[in-house]
């Protein structure tokens, strides 16, 4: 079936330890999100790629990095610059976002990751 | 900026109620809005989409209202199951400018429906 995949499930950083999030997918979809939860709060926007070697930054992208080298592929890295890193981390994909047909598409979402520190 | 407000943060109901979830936007000028339902440590399911031009959506015994001019849509889930109990979620897309890819989500609602 085709779908996204997230792992690790759960994940436990060190201090001054970078940590990577893995998100696959194989649903031939050029763009693809990170996004971070909290307790009590939407969905916030960290990185996003709408083509392979291609990412911009969202919203709260200070303190990681991510990269698109396959289209199936965005890892996350939560670096050590990112001072409260605990969250739910949610990867998603979608259509290519030109056009109205690629808009009006919604976006999928992985299983999610759980990051704690230790 | 966009702001999205869901009311209510919670609502508990016995089975077989129907019941509407609320959301609202602060810029009417989107795209379109989603749906989500996220189960306890999952990620999120679209449920519907609404395009800006429609008025609502229905996919079985959901129906998803919008009303762009007030800025804001309702989630109609009718004869309510257990199995309904979720955090419900709304997003919305902007309709123009150069972050038109970014969704505004809204904190959800939790929904626990009692057998």
């Known amino acids: 079936d085709g779908g996204i995949t997230q792992s690790p499930k759960y994940l436990f950083r060190k201090e001054g330890q970078n940590v990577t999030l893995s998100c696959e997918q194989n649903?031939?979809?050029?763009?693809m999100y990170w996004y971070r939860q909290d307790p009590g709060q939407g969905l916030r926007l960290i990185y996003y790629?709408?083509?392979?070697?291609?990412?911009q930054k969202g919203d709260i992208a200070e303190g990681y990095s991510v990269s698109r080298e396959k289209k199936e592929s965005f890892p996350l890295t939560v670096t050590s610059a990112q001072k409260n890193p605990t969250a739910f981390y949610l990867c998603?994909?979608?259509?290519?976002?030109?056009?109205?047909?690629?808009?009006?598409?919604?976006?999928?979402f992985g299983d999610g990751t759980r990051l704690s520190i230790l | 900026k966009q702001e999205v407000t869901q009311i209510p943060a919670a609502l508990s109901v016995p089975e077989g109620e129907n019941l509407v979830l609320n959301c609202s936007f602060t810029?009417?000028?989107?795209?379109?809005l989603q749906w989500f339902r996220q189960d306890p440590g999952k990620g999120l399911t679209s449920l519907l989409l609404?395009?800006?031009?429609?008025r609502e959506q229905t996919s079985g015994r959901l129906n998803a209202s919008l009303d762009k001019s007030s800025g804001r849509s309702t989630l109609y889930i009718a004869a309510s199951q257990p199995g309904d109990s979720a955090t419900y979620l709304c997003?919305?897309?902007?309709?123009?400018?150069?972050?038109?890819?970014?969704?505004?989500f809204g904190k959800g609602t939790l929904l626990t429906v009692n057998p």
């Open positions: 998603a994909s979608s259509t290519s976002e030109q056009g109205a047909r690629g808009r009006n598409q919604p976006q999928h």
């Open positions: 649903l031939n979809h050029d763009a």
């Open positions: 790629s709408q083509i392979v070697n291609d990412f």
């Open positions: 810029d009417s000028a989107i795209y379109n």
């Open positions: 609404i395009q800006s031009s429609q």
């Open positions: 997003a919305v897309r902007p309709g123009s400018g150069g972050s038109n890819y970014k969704l505004t």
